[in-house]
């Protein structure tokens, strides 16, 4: 997931940013020019704000400043009357639980379409790990039950599944709903609380 943050995420910003300044890579941004951007961590994930690490970008964390937890985001929004609003998660994100995965099955055929194309093209490792030398031991998939998105069990949790993460109603909340940290459009929650691999060095 650090990966797909940096190919994914914090590369398309950069780029973003250099074209709004004016500065499209390869021209030289001025040390005097930068753009703030403000990003939503909560004081929940604290740990997860960190400083740009180019000179044209400058982080604020307006949530932290104000000392507002994620609750204090829900009670927020649900005074505007936005209490639906979801977590912010990557539209192919492995740690969707099987609610996400209809959700986007039910609402939005094309971006299932996407997601279903993309956990096609991730099942034997990225072009660039491949053209390295370093290829995938095994097959990706997106969803945990390792088997083609479109055919994957989403629309129940499965017993399966429930023995393959054997820690009663919390982990069979999490598999239905996903993992409860969600990310930003800066941050992966994998960078906080990292995978476990099994022995082919595969998300379980």
């Known amino acids: 997931m650090q990966r797909s943050t940096g190919e994914y995420k914090i590369k398309p910003i950069k780029k973003r940013v250099r074209e709004l300044l004016g500065y499209p890579y390869p021209r030289r941004v001025p040390k005097d020019v930068f753009a703030e951007q403000w990003v939503g961590i909560s004081t929940d994930e604290f740990h997860r704000a960190k400083d740009a ?107 399966a599944e429930l023995a393959a993460d054997p820690g009663g109603p919390a982990d069979a909340d999490e598999l239905e709903h996903g993992v409860a940290d969600g990310c930003s459009p800066w941050a992966c929650r994998a960078e906080a609380d990292a995978p476990v691999r099994d022995g082919f060095g595969l998300a379980c």
């Open 53 to 159: 690490d180019v000179r044209y970008m400058r982080n604020r964390h307006p949530l932290i400043d104000l000392g507002w937890s994620r609750g204090d985001c829900v009670r927020y929004l649900t005074s505007l009357g936005l209490a639906d609003t979801p977590k912010s998660s990557c539209l192919g994100c492995p740690f969707h639980g099987n609610a996400q995965w209809r959700h986007i099955r039910d609402t939005s055929p094309e971006e299932w379409r996407d997601v279903v194309a993309f956990d096609a093209a991730i099942r034997k490792g990225n072009a660039r790990a491949n053209a390295t030398g370093n290829q995938l031991l095994g097959q990706a998939f997106l969803h945990r039950s390792r088997v083609p998105l479109d055919e994957a069990p989403i629309d129940h949790v499965t017993a």
